[in-house]
C-alpha cells in the first residue's frame, strides 16, 4: 500500500490549463485495488487534452535490452477508446524544455492481461522506442533525431489528446471530449529478443515538487 500511494504521488498533471484551456484530471489512489485511477473531464475549448507525468526521476531508468515501453489499462468510463489520441511520452535528458519524445498507441476494447483478482477488460498496450518522435506539444519536430534510450529514461507521461501526432497541427475526427476514466495498473519495459529487463526500484525515486 505505501509502494502504491508513493508512486502515485510521483506524478503530477500537466493539462491544456498551460494553454489556456479548462480541462482537468488527475493520478488518484483506489483503495483495497491493484490498480490507480486517471480520470478527469477534457473540454476542448481552448485546449483539448489532459495529461499526467512523473516528476523527474533522481537516476534515469535502466532501458538497455528493452524494446519499447508498456502499460497495463483499463479504460473503465466508456467503450470508445478509438475517439481519443492517447499518447506516452519519454524524456531522455535531464532538461525541462518542450521538446519531448512522444508516441501514439491504441487502446483496446478487449482485455488481454490476466488479473490475480480475476477482474476483466485489462490490455497491455505495447509502444515501441521506435515508434517516438520528437515533438513540441503535438507537433512533430522535422528531422529531430530517433529517440536514444541507452542514457536512460528521465521522465514518463501520458496524455488524452484531441490532437494527432503529426508535423502539422491536425484534430481528431469525432474526438470525444468530456469524462474519462483509464485505471493504470503498471508501467514498464519489455523486450521483444526476451532480453532480461533491469531490475528497477518499486517505485523509482523522483524529485520532490519544490526541486
Not at 58 to 73: I, N
Not at 99 to 109: E, H, I, K, N
Not at 139 to 146: A, E, K, Q, T
Not at 150 to 174: A, D, R, W, Y
Request: with cysteine; aromatic share 10%; hydrophobic share 35%.
Amino acid at each position: 500500500v505505501d509502494a502504491k500511494r508513493k508512486a502515485i504521488n510521483a506524478f503530477e498533471r500537466i493539462d491544456d490549463a498551460i494553454m489556456g484551456g479548462i480541462s482537468l484530471s488527475s493520478l488518484r489512489d483506489v483503495p483495497g485495488e491493484s490498480y490507480a485511477s486517471w480520470s478527469g473531464v477534457c473540454r476542448t475549448d481552448g485546449g483539448g487534452f489532459c495529461g499526467t507525468r512523473t516528476l523527474p526521476f533522481v537516476e534515469p531508468l535502466d532501458a538497455q535490452g528493452a524494446s519499447g515501453v508498456y502499460v497495463d489499462c483499463r479504460l473503465a468510463s466508456d467503450d470508445e477508446p478509438e475517439r481519443r489520441v492517447w499518447k506516452m511520452t519519454l524524456r531522455t535528458d535531464s532538461s525541462r524544455g518542450e521538446m519531448v519524445y512522444q508516441a501514439a498507441f491504441p487502446l483496446g476494447r478487449d482485455g488481454t492481461v490476466g488479473s490475480e483478482d480475476g477482474d476483466e477488460g485489462w490490455t497491455r498496450a505495447e509502444i515501441p522506442f521506435d515508434d517516438f518522435k520528437l515533438v513540441r506539444g503535438p507537433r512533430v519536430i522535422p528531422d529531430g533525431p530517433p529517440l536514444d534510450a541507452t542514457g536512460g529514461i528521465f521522465q514518463i507521461g501520458m496524455s488524452l489528446s484531441k490532437f494527432v501526432i503529426g508535423v502539422n497541427t491536425t484534430e481528431l475526427e469525432n474526438f470525444r471530449a468530456g469524462y474519462f476514466d483509464l485505471q493504470l495498473k503498471q508501467i514498464g519495459f519489455y523486450s521483444d529478443a526476451g532480453n532480461s529487463m533491469p531490475s528497477l526500484a518499486l517505485p523509482p525515486e523522483t524529485l520532490g515538487k519544490d526541486e
